[in-house]
Structure formats: C-alpha cells, structure tokens
C-alpha cells in the first residue's frame, strides 16, 4: 500500500513542476537556514563542556561596587589559599596569570634556529589538571608542572616546533624560553589541542615558584589579578557562595579598610560552562557571545522554518481546485478518506524529503562561506554530528505532519456528488485561514528587515562614531620589556625624521584592551576612596591618540619631570567633585597600602569610550610613566596612507633593540571590532535569516498569485473583451494582495520597535529608531511584493483572450 502511496505521489509532483519546485525551494531555504542556526547554536552553547568534570568547575569573579563599575574576571591572589583553608566543600583550587608573551626557541628539531613569539602562555599552578581535567596525550599531569623545569605544551605546539613527532616523542624536548638570557625548560607534558569551544586557549602552561613569591603568594585584596577557578560538587555552589561572603567579610573588607565603600565589595561564582554566554566583565580573556543572542536567533530560525511550512499549506490549499476532480474520482472509485489523507501526507512526506537532502547538501557547500559570516570554524560533518543525526529523522515527521496535516484533511473532505456537478466552492473560511498566514508570512518578513536594518544602524553608529580618540592607522605593539625603561627615548629617536610615524607613545594602558588596573583615590580632605581605572602613560600619549584636552596641559617631553603628576578624564573629576577646578589638585592613590602615593592634576581630557559603547564611560587617571616593569603597549600612528611601509619601518628599529624576538602588533581599528564580535555575527546572521524569510514569502505569493490568476484566466479574458486596460486588471488581481501586506505591515512595525527597543538597551550609546529606517524597510517589503505579483500575472494579462474564451 505505502508503494503505491510513493508512486502516486511521486507522480503528481512530476506532473505539477512549478508546485514541486515552489515548495522544494521553500522548503530547502527554511531547512537550510535552520540548520545552519542550529549547528551555530550548538557551538555557542557547548562552550567548556569538552572535559569530563567541566561541570563541577567554576570560576570566582571579584566586584567592586555595582556590576557596571568595577567587575573582573579575576580575583585577587589572597582569594586562593583563604578558599583551600576555610571553604572544605572545595576539592581543588587553581589559579591563572596571563602575564606577558613569551620569546621561544626550540633546543631542537627543524625550527631549531628560529625564534617564536606566544602569546597563548600562562602560568599555573602545579595543581591546574586537578581542576581542569584535560586529556593529556603523553606526560603524568600530576608531576607535569610540579618542577619549574618544566612545561606543558598543546600538540598543536609540539608540531609547531619539533615537526611531525609523536607527543610521547616530544616529551623531554628542551624549549628555550626568553630573549636575552633564555631559560632551558623541558616537555613534561603534551595536551590534546583544546577546541574552539571554550572560554580561555592556552599553548603553553609554566610555573615558577619566583613568579609565585611574587604574585600568587601576594596577601592583597585589592588588585584582582589571578584568574581563580575552583572544583566542587554543583549542588554544593550555594553553600560555598556563602562562606565566600564570610571570607570577604573577615578578610577582605578589613584590609582594604574602605568604610561603607568597601562593603560592596564581593566574589560571584560562575560555572566554567556559563562563561561565554553570561560573562561580560573587565578582563575576559576571550570576547564571550550573549545568551539573548541564543534566544532571538532561536526565534528567527524556527519562524523560518515555519514560513517555508506556511508556503506548502498554502499552496495545497490554493491548488484544492484543481486537485478538486481527482477527489471526487478517487471516492467515487471507493477510496476512504483516510487513504486520501495518507496519499497527500505522502506527497507532503516526498517534498520534505528531497528538500532535506538538497539542505543537508547545500549547507555542507555553504560551509566556507557560513564560518566567514559568523567568524568561527565549524564544519559541517552533518553525518557525523549527533544533533544532526536525531534532528534530520525529526525534521522529517513534523515537517510532513506540520505542513501537510491540514492539507491532507481539507482536500480529502470535499463531497464527491459536489466536485462532479460543478458545485463546489471554496469558502471565505480556507481564504481567510490562507489571508492569515500570508499575513504571518509577510509580518515576519518585515520584522526581520526592520530589525536586522536597525541592527545595522547601530553597528554602523558604533564604527563611525568618535569615540573620542583616533583610532585609525594606529599599531599597537604589544612591548613585554624587549624596549626597556632606559631604551624607550632611543626607540623613539629612530623615528623623529621619519616619513611614515607620525606619533609613538609608551603606555601601559590602550583603548579597548579591556584590562585595566583599578586604583583607589581620594582628596586629602575627603577619606571617602573610589575605586578608579588607572594606567601610566609618556608625554606622547594624548598626541598619538589625539585626546581633546580641556584644561590644564600635557605631560612634559623632559624625563621624569612630571613624575607623580596625573592627567584625569572628565567622570573622574565629576566623581572626586573637583571637575570645576581640577588643575592642582592633589589626589591620593591607594591610601594605606605600599603603593599610597599623592598625584598633582595637571591636566583633564573630555570624556572618551576606552571601553565598549555598551558600558557607560568610567573614570579614569593617567599616571605619568617612569619605572613600570610589567607590560606595556607602543602606540604609533601612521601618517599618510602607506601603512605596510610604516609597518616595516617599526620591524627595523624594533630589531635594532631586540633582534631575536619578533615583534607583535596589531591595529587598534581591528581591535576595536573585534570588541563587538558578537553584535557583527548577530547583524550578519540576520542578514542571512532576513533574506531567506523574503525569499520564502516571495515564493509563496508567486505560487499563491498563479494558482489565483490560472483560475481566474477566463475572467480575464472576458474583461479584456469589454475594454479592461492592463493596470485595471493588475490592481483587479493585486488589490486583495495589497491589503494583506498592508496589515503585516501594521503588524510588524511595532513588534519590531518593541524588540529593537529592548535589545537597543543593552547599549549605553544607542542611536535611536528613526522612521526613515522603518520607512525603507516598509518600502523594500512592498516593491518585492509588487515585483512578484507583477512578474506572475503579467504573462496572464498580456495574453490573447481568444485562448481563455475559445472553448465557451
């Protein structure tokens, strides 16, 4: 029986070519686009779920203040030993310094003679796989850091350096590690390469007990500087949170002795598993992805899928007419009703199924370009990913039932006595139930074009508005000491004639680099400390970057003539209540710790977005620069238009200073787009779901005005016999379309302005939502409405009426 049903069906869409094509496209767009969401999804919310115990691994986040104001991803050293002592349910604790870059050289091998430069190195503690329980490809991970001898390299890396060797072969390999006096360490461990999916990449994990005497073995609580993760059972997170408090509570608050302020102060904890979707704080390691992106792209790519189901019904339900005859025949013949509907739910089952595999196929070849627009590395082995493998059979069975139930029951109800006399007809309720969902088609069509054009207004709005610096042509190179303190005015000499660099400044702070240090200051007058950003910076700073200098002056060219003076934004000023007269002021920095210095204001810069636009601007001092010894950022700005040549320029006086470390560099727009990854996929991807959506409603109007003109062809001709010009005969068959698309119009412009309203909010500097915008939206819409029907009935309303009348 279920052959037959297959040939059947197979048969009828052979004979109806335009239907089987109209609905396969349809349908292959809403799957394709629903994979290809759903495979993107998969990877962002999979993020550190790769090792066994990821479940019961957390991180600990230190806040000052509310969340917006001070909130790091790290904590401070004291935080580690305190959890171990006084927090029992804690099976392990580890922690993390992502310090500097590290200048390497493989003892041997076939890059034996050339130089590395990482970035991707931290230190750890030897204790880090008892909480990260990665696989370790060769090597013992309980002894594998326990010696400062020691390293602990990805395979990745081992190739990088020894070439195609085994890891149990790369296992006691000699790295040299630093650039003037390198340091000979060993491979005491390989790990398996770590996926994209995790919040932190590593190449290389150290441990010196030095660095430990002199950082992690630190009894602050004020410079949260060590990413600290801990292990313990999930059901066991609220008990722990609480001694977090007691812990803050009895040493925390007494040694930063802050008053009121201070009580703010707290620690959260976060599962590793929840990092990328839910953190946004200073100091992430990597830019996370945003859970609401989850939800709205989840959304939008079931909408499409339910558009192209939306197209088959009413197509089917359009063509009940001229499936009318073949109805009443087949009940005539003696065919139940329920055999009917198994025969169209068969028809519904073979598109479905030629549209999944020309999905699965088409997404596959869109692979390359799919990871260019989202900017990660997916491939598409569909076969072989297990969501696919359950969600394919899935897809199959709604689908057929989602788009073809209603169908199937509506044309094998028709009364055969009635087909055969000619006296059926099809009532205002299957066209008002095919009205409402052309009207669904075209609301969501249209809130997606309103959208994703408003998302594109605002991307466009943070990349071309002024942050308040100069942002292009500027290179960023990232200095971990190879210019030393004493080198620093030499380095700059080798440019004072040069053609290409117009400025360079040594800083230990930059726009968009997310990891600023945090001082307290306060006016001798007022104890009252709050917490502030805060960086070191040359005379050339404010010229490199062309801040606008409100009042006061710059830092002096003459070395260390400015020492313990400080240049504060506009917020800073406003927050110590002296933005009225700032200029010599005296300010104290950390009061009552070591490091309490008193600072002189000479200067106030307008307010300008060091951070993202979603955070309003915070307060900010530059200290001028003089003996820093952590690491630092040479900024140059390029003149003219040759950035490769001044680029090169840089590489030759960097190697005069340091010629066996290559130098690192990047540019500051790049970075300044990278901090809004997550919003250029998110306008990217909508684009792509917006396009599918018109595509799949256009479709279905062209299907829907066919059927409508092919039974209405002798009505046509008959009015072009009495006089009827073309434009009367198009409005004639537009008008009824018209006013669907009117209403999804009415529909839809305040679904979107209520959606992008919302997601505007996550932004402190927003453009707004403007009526032109909706306007173009509205106008774009309509014209591709119009240009469908048109194309559809133009061939119907040009054509002789002699054809339609001949047989009356």
């Known amino acids: 029986m279920w052959k037959n049903y297959l040939k059947?069906?197979?048969?009828?869409?052979?004979?109806?070519?335009?239907?089987?094509?109209?609905?396969v496209l349809g349908l292959t767009m809403g799957i394709s686009g629903f994979l290809m969401i759903m495979l993107f999804i998969q990877d962002e919310v999979n993020y550190d779920r790769f090792y066994p115990s990821s479940g019961s691994v957390?991180?600990?986040?230190?806040?000052?203040?509310?969340?917006?104001?001070?909130?790091?991803?790290?904590?401070?050293?004291?935080?580690?030993p305190r959890i171990?002592?006084?927090?029992?349910?804690?099976?392990?604790?580890?922690?993390?310094?992502?310090?500097?870059?590290?200048?390497?050289?493989?003892?041997?091998?076939?890059n034996k003679d050339q130089v590395f430069r990482e970035e991707s190195?931290?230190?750890?503690?030897?204790?880090?796989?008892?909480?990260?329980?990665?696989?370790?490809?060769?090597?013992?991970?309980?002894?594998?850091?326990?010696?400062?001898?020691?390293?602990?390299?990805?395979?990745?890396?081992?190739?990088?350096?020894?070439?195609?060797?085994?890891?149990?072969?790369?296992?006691?390999?000699?790295?040299?590690?630093?650039?003037n006096n390198p340091d000979p360490r060993n491979v005491a461990a390989v790990v398996e390469d770590l996926p994209g999916q995790t919040h932190?990449?590593?190449?290389?994990?150290?441990?010196?007990?030095?660095?430990?005497?002199?950082?992690?073995?630190?009894?602050?609580?004020?410079?949260?500087?060590?990413y600290t993760y801990a292990k313990f059972p999930s059901d066991k997170q609220d008990v722990v949170a609480a001694k977090l408090d007691q812990v803050v509570t009895d040493y925390a608050i007494p040694m930063l002795d802050g008053g009121d302020e201070n009580a703010d102060y707290n620690l959260q904890i976060m599962p590793v598993q929840d990092i990328h979707l839910n953190s946004h704080l200073l100091r992430e390691l990597e830019a996370n992805g945003y859970q609401s992106y989850i939800y709205i792209f989840s959304f939008v790519a079931a909408f499409v899928l339910l558009l192209a189901c939306i197209n088959f019904m009413n197509l089917a339900t359009a063509k009940a007419g001229l499936r009318s005859m073949e109805v009443g025949v087949r009940k005539v013949m003696g065919s139940h009703k329920s055999q009917l509907i198994y025969q169209f739910l068969t028809e519904a089952f073979l598109l479905v199924l030629i549209s999944i595999i020309v999905s699965t196929v088409l997404v596959t070849l869109c692979n390359g370009l799919f990871n260019q627009l989202t900017g990660k590395e997916l491939q598409f082995e569909l076969w072989k990913n297990p969501m696919v493998i359950w969600m394919v059979p899935s897809l199959v069975i709604i689908l057929t039932l989602l788009s073809g139930f209603y169908p199937a029951f509506y044309l094998?109800?028709?009364?055969?006595?009635?087909?055969?006399?000619?006296?059926?007809?099809?009532?205002?309720?299957?066209?008002?139930?095919?009205?409402?969902?052309?009207?669904?088609?075209?609301?969501?069509?249209?809130?997606?074009?309103?959208?994703?054009?408003?998302?594109?207004?605002?991307?466009?709005?943070?990349?071309?508005?002024?942050?308040?610096?100069?942002?292009?042509?500027?290179?960023?190179?990232?200095?971990?000491?190879?210019?030393?303190?004493?080198?620093?005015?030499?380095?700059?000499?080798?440019?004072?004639?040069?053609?290409?660099?117009?400025?360079?400044?040594?800083?230990?702070?930059?726009?968009?680099?997310?990891?600023?240090?945090?001082?307290?200051?306060?006016?001798?007058?007022?104890?009252?400390?709050?917490?502030?950003?805060?960086?070191?910076?040359?005379?050339?700073?404010?010229?490199?970057?062309?801040?606008?200098?409100?009042?006061?002056?710059?830092?002096?060219?003459?070395a260390g003539a400015d020492r313990n003076k400080i240049i504060i934004n506009q917020t800073a000023g406003r927050q110590l209540g002296i933005l009225d007269d700032p200029i010599g002021q005296l300010v104290i920095k950390n009061q009552g710790e070591n490091d309490e210095a008193t600072?002189?204001?000479?200067?106030?810069?307008?307010?300008?977005?060091?951070?993202?636009?979603?955070?309003?601007?915070?307060?900010?001092?530059?200290?001028?620069?003089?003996?820093?010894y952590l690491r630092d950022y040479i900024s140059v700005k390029i003149q003219g238009g040759n950035i490769t040549a001044g680029v090169a320029e840089l590489e030759t006086a960097w190697k005069k200073f340091e010629p066996r470390v290559p130098m690192n560099y990047s540019f500051l727009d790049e970075d300044f787009n990278r901090v809004y990854r997550s919003e250029l996929k998110m306008a990217n991807l909508l684009q792509v779901l917006t396009g599918i959506s018109i595509l799949i409603a256009c479709l279905g109007l062209f299907g829907l005005t066919a059927y409508t003109t092919e039974r209405r062809f002798k009505e046509i001709g008959i009015r072009k016999v009495f006089g009827a010009t073309?434009?009367?005969?198009?409005?004639?068959?537009?008008?009824?379309?018209?006013?669907?698309?009117?209403?999804?119009?009415?529909?839809?412009?305040?679904?979107?302005?209520?959606?992008?309203?919302?997601?505007?909010?996550?932004?402190?500097?927003?453009?707004?939502?403007?009526?032109?915008?909706?306007?173009?939206?509205?106008?774009?819409?309509?014209?591709?409405?119009?240009?469908?029907?048109?194309?559809?009935?133009?061939?119907?309303?040009?054509?002789?009426?002699?054809?339609?009348?001949?047989?009356?």
């Open 599 to 628: 600072l002189e204001v000479i200067g106030l810069v307008e307010d300008f977005n060091f951070e993202s636009f979603r955070n309003e601007i915070k307060p900010l001092v530059i200290e001028y620069l003089h003996d820093y």
């Open 200 to 226: 932190f990449h590593f190449d290389m994990l150290v441990y010196e007990p030095g660095m430990n005497a002199e950082i992690f073995e630190m009894e602050s609580w004020s410079w949260a500087i060590l």
């Open 58 to 80: 957390f991180r600990i986040t230190s806040h000052w203040g509310d969340y917006s104001t001070a909130s790091y991803a790290t904590a401070p050293p004291a935080l580690g």
């Open 121 to 179: 190195v931290f230190y750890a503690e030897p204790n880090f796989f008892e909480v990260f329980d990665l696989n370790i490809l060769a090597g013992n991970k309980g002894k594998a850091l326990a010696d400062s001898r020691n390293v602990v390299i990805t395979e990745e890396l081992g190739h990088k350096y020894f070439g195609d060797l085994s890891p149990y072969e790369m296992l006691g390999k000699t790295l040299m590690i630093g650039s």
């Open 84 to 110: 171990q002592s006084d927090i029992p349910e804690v099976e392990a604790v580890t922690r993390l310094l992502k310090w500097n870059d590290f200048t390497i050289q493989p003892g041997s091998g076939q």
């Open 8 to 23: 059947i069906g197979w048969r009828v869409l052979k004979k109806n070519r335009l239907y089987t094509v109209l609905n």
């Open 412 to 558: 094998s109800s028709f009364k055969p006595l009635q087909i055969i006399k000619r006296q059926l007809t099809f009532g205002n309720n299957r066209n008002g139930l095919r009205n409402g969902l052309v009207v669904f088609q075209f609301a969501t069509s249209l809130t997606l074009i309103i959208c994703t054009l408003l998302v594109q207004r605002q991307m466009s709005f943070i990349q071309n508005s002024d942050p308040g610096y100069e942002r292009d042509q500027v290179v960023i190179i990232h200095n971990d000491g190879e210019i030393q303190n004493s080198q620093r005015e030499d380095f700059k000499g080798n440019f004072v004639a040069s053609s290409h660099v117009e400025n360079l400044s040594f800083s230990t702070g930059i726009p968009m680099s997310g990891q600023f240090q945090m001082r307290s200051f306060n006016l001798p007058t007022n104890d009252l400390q709050q917490g502030m950003n805060w960086y070191e910076a040359d005379a050339s700073y404010l010229d490199t970057y062309q801040f606008k200098l409100t009042e006061g002056r710059n830092f002096a060219e003459t």
């Open 726 to 808: 073309l434009p009367e005969i198009f409005l004639m068959l537009s008008l009824s379309y018209f006013k669907l698309i009117l209403i999804s119009m009415l529909i839809a412009v305040p679904l979107a302005m209520m959606f992008m309203n919302r997601w505007l909010e996550e932004f402190a500097y927003k453009t707004g939502i403007e009526i032109w915008v909706i306007g173009v939206a509205v106008v774009v819409c309509f014209t591709l409405a119009l240009g469908t029907i048109f194309f559809q009935t133009y061939k119907s309303i040009r054509a002789n009426p002699v054809k339609s009348l001949k047989s009356e």
